[in-house]
């Protein structure tokens, strides 16, 4: 992939190959999430999590061994910070994801994931001393509004007025904050790691989630009896096809272009675009036969908006 991007650039025919990557984890990771909310019907997120980023780790290892490259040079406080970000980022952020997936569906937990970059910015402000002009906050109000607008819209399967459906609505939201808390901290780490070494987008994606599996690994003794219901699912050949498709799309391929799109454009730009996946969505769900309604579309649009003026005019 890398060779076929350096190519392109040589021709001189386009010089955006951070965007690039980063509108492609956006699809990849919108394709994926509807596979994984149908895999969460029959899989706990835990055990989810841990199924994909083994895959996504073999894929990875497959892809170094025949590209050749040799484990990075690296000092010990990036490399701490790269682990560090993979099990509080892929790790605990990706099981909560799971778990919103379950509870809110695709296009509403992956649009809740739009509060990511906001919460980089704050967490920045607070820790960093990092300023935020009127247009940063105009950007961080417009991406809540957004998102408050479209997790606020009564549908047919999350009618609020049913306890239940609105016990689902809270308990999906807690998953998705604590998604976008947890993304938010690991992108700061990850950033902090990767713009002082040299180390490549593959193997920054390698270490993270095999910080990322063993903290599941120490976590999964804590779900023993979903563990022996996930053992049961994988019996189904189209189960297990289906956990490596997503795996390989959504957590391979996606992971390896998000860490190229950070390292290879500026952080706004890259965390702008990496947000887009819920317009990629909105058409996978109207294909399967999801309602989706202009409020929704419009909530999306004006999500977008709010994180692009968050970085662009900062």
Known sequence: MDIIFNNYLKLGATN???EIAALSAACLWAGASVIYRRLGERIPPLQLNLIKGMVAIAFLLLTIFIKGEFFPNISPLPLCLLLLSGVVGIGLGDTAFLAALNFLGARRALLIGTLAP??????????????????????????????????????PDTDTSNDTSRMQLWRGLGFGLITVTTNAIGTVLARAAL?????????????????????????????????????????SPKVVLAAIFAAFCGTYLGIWLQQTAIKLTAAGIALTLLQTSPLFVIPISITIGEKVSLRAIAGVVIAIAGVGLLFYLR
């Open 195 to 235: 713009v002082n070494t040299s180390i490549s987008p593959l193997w920054a994606a390698l270490l993270r989630l095999i910080a990322a599996v063993l903290i599941l690994l120490i976590l999964l003794p804590l779900g023993r009896q979903q563990g022996r219901f996930k053992l049961k699912t994988l019996h």
């Open 118 to 155: 906001p919460m980089t910015a704050v967490l920045a402000l607070i820790f960093l001393q990092e300023q935020l002009n009127a247009n940063a906050w105009c950007g961080i109000l417009l991406t809540i509004l957004g998102v408050a607008w479209v997790v606020t819209e009564r549908t």
């Open 16 to 18: 955006f190959k951070g």
